[in-house]
């Protein structure tokens, strides 16, 4: 297959700098990896960056809780998700958090810019206030009832059980988090992005990007409901990045947190002065942009991001990846609910085990996907350990104890070889097209073939009758070389494998090397790559 070399931006959405990773967090951040290791593998040059999204209003509680400041709990949860990330092999080209001066410095110029294009306006709203403690309450600092399903304790932008994402003035018997009271309704001022000004682009871009309909019937849906104002702003107090000019208003942690993708780019572009900043970011570019996120920020980012870039003359995302949750007995795993769902080590066991297992239900489908236990362990026993390490366990044993670990100069029985260099194909383009489930399932049906000619071969029959011939050796050098295309296939999911099969095969393995054989050249010896769950 032709590699055409692209250069592309790769982001996953930050997490939030509250708390630690958990495995629901994972899904996107191994998908995207995934996704990045194929491509770099597949000579495209890939900058794959991230950040933690370290302002709004539960950062301020947390630190008051705490008393400690905000950016004493930001900078060491930021240290920790980058060895949370790094035990799943997880490879940033940076990582970094949003509360920093590069993203200071950018969200003042596009909020200035965009001021001066006429896209944002300053005007009264109504919002929740505290009369005891005379302030305005920020979204975190209520709870009351979902307006759209009713489900109680829900905060005053979006509910965690159905999605919705509503005013807070919206919210059925509010209560203030602060003092336990009920607010009163009263009058303020704050900026809103005219986002009716963007409607026609946007849905252009929307029917380019997105193909499925159900995603572009929510955000028309969002549209029609009279949603033509997006407030970026937020009153004190808050923790965040203040408006120029004003004493008590500060950006919206949103606002901020999606201009932190070009801010986490402009602060990779600073360590490499190779990267042209502008070549990427500019309207006419060339280059390449995929964002892979949650299907609960879709409209953050299929309207509010491709907004503030239209009105900041700058390019748009060429696409966004979008999945569902990982839910386990079908309720979604959060950090408020502050549950133990799963005592069970997995960068301890080979974090290479989670990413196969995310791997083989990843497509590109918004669905939830259900995290079982006993699937999961079951799953790499019988695939990982009694199919593939198998295969390999049993080839270089003749190898390595009556060959020299030498394999054979000649491959015979080539059909079967070139059965398996004709599947990189049609993988490549799996990989491409984020239907990793689908990968999995051609390299295990290939596995099967591989473990089935070696069983009808039956090199330990050769072996037990003394026949120590070029027929042993050539049949355990086909299982070698079979082994090393399937590890090729699986090198973007599973990197610990990799590198121990690397090291056992004597070569580095490349997309371009899955033709060519390993023939007259020696390997080391087999020692246990895995062990069972």
């Given amino acids: 297959m032709k590699i055409n070399k692209k250069e592309i931006i790769v982001t996953c959405a930050f997490p939030y700098s509250n708390g630690s990773i958990h495995i629901g967090h994972l899904l996107e951040h191994i998908q995207a990896d995934i996704w990045v290791r194929f491509n770099k593998l597949f000579g495209n040059k890939v900058y794959f960056i991230c950040s933690d999204d370290t302002h709004g209003t539960a950062i301020m509680l947390k630190s008051i809780k705490k008393k400690k400041t905000p950016e004493n709990i930001i900078f060491k949860t930021y240290k920790k998700h980058i060895l949370d990330f790094k035990k799943f092999n997880i490879i940033y080209d940076k990582y970094y958090f949003t509360h920093n001066k590069e993203n200071k410095i950018l969200i003042n110029l596009f909020f200035d810019r965009l001021k001066h294009n006429g896209y944002i306006i300053k005007k009264n709203c109504k919002q929740l206030y505290d009369i005891k403690k005379k302030i305005f309450l920020p979204d975190r600092f209520i709870k009351g009832k979902c307006p759209k399903c009713y489900s109680y304790n829900q905060y005053g932008d979006n509910c965690e059980i159905c999605g919705a994402f509503y005013k807070s003035t919206e919210l059925i018997n509010p209560k203030s988090v602060i003092t336990k009271l009920k607010p009163i309704i009263k009058k303020t001022k704050h900026y809103f992005l005219n986002l009716i000004l963007f409607k026609k682009k946007i849905n252009n871009w929307l029917n380019l990007t997105i193909i499925k309909n159900n995603i572009l019937n929510r955000v028309s849906e969002w549209f029609k409901k009279g949603n033509k104002f997006w407030d970026i702003s937020r009153n004190n107090p808050y923790f965040g990045f203040k408006i120029p000019k004003e004493k008590k208003k500060y950006f919206y942690v949103w606002f901020d947190a999606l201009i932190g993708y070009i801010g986490t780019f402009k602060i990779l572009c600073n360590y490499n002065k190779k990267i042209n900043f502008d070549k990427f970011w500019n309207i006419s570019s060339k280059t390449k942009l995929y964002h892979f996120i949650g299907k609960d920020i879709i409209y953050f980012h299929n309207f509010f991001w491709p907004s503030i870039l239209e009105g900041s003359n700058l390019r748009k995302p060429t696409k966004l990846f979008i999945h569902g949750h990982i839910t386990i007995n079908k309720n979604k795993i959060s950090k408020s609910k502050k549950k133990k769902y799963i005592?069970?080590?997995?960068?301890?066991?080979?974090?290479?085990?989670?990413?196969?297992?995310?791997?083989?239900?990843?497509?590109?489908?918004?669905?939830?996907?259900?995290?079982?236990?006993?699937?999961?362990?079951?799953?790499?026993n019988n695939d990982i350990i009694n199919k593939l390490i198998n295969l390999i366990s049993r080839n270089s044993s003749f190898i390595?104890?009556?060959?020299?670990?030498?394999?054979?100069?000649i491959l015979k029985y080539s059909k079967i070889y070139q059965i398996f260099i004709n599947e990189s194909k049609n993988i490549s383009k799996l990989y491409i097209n984020i239907k990793f489930n689908k990968i999995i399932n051609t390299i295990m049906k290939l596995v099967d073939l591989a473990n089935f000619y070696i069983n009808i071969r039956k090199p330990w029959y050769l072996f037990k009758n003394k026949l120590y011939n070029n027929k042993l050796h050539m049949i355990c050098t086909m299982g070698i070389n079979l082994f090393k295309i399937l590890i090729t296939y699986l090198k973007p999911i599973m990197p610990n494998?990799?590198?121990?099969?690397?090291?056992?095969?004597?070569?580095?393995?490349?997309?371009?090397?899955?033709?060519?054989?390993?023939?007259?050249c020696k390997i080391k010896k087999f020692e246990k790559f895995l062990e069972r769950i």
């Fill in 343 to 380: 005592n069970f080590n997995f960068e301890k066991k080979n974090s290479d085990f989670l990413r196969y297992y995310y791997a083989s239900k990843l497509s590109n489908s918004i669905k939830d996907i259900e995290f079982n236990i006993k699937n999961f362990i079951k799953k790499i």
């Fill in 400 to 409: 390595n104890n009556y060959y020299y670990n030498k394999l054979s100069n």
């Fill in 497 to 520: 494998l990799t590198l121990k099969s690397e090291f056992f095969l004597n070569i580095k393995l490349t997309w371009s090397g899955i033709k060519k054989p390993l023939l007259g």
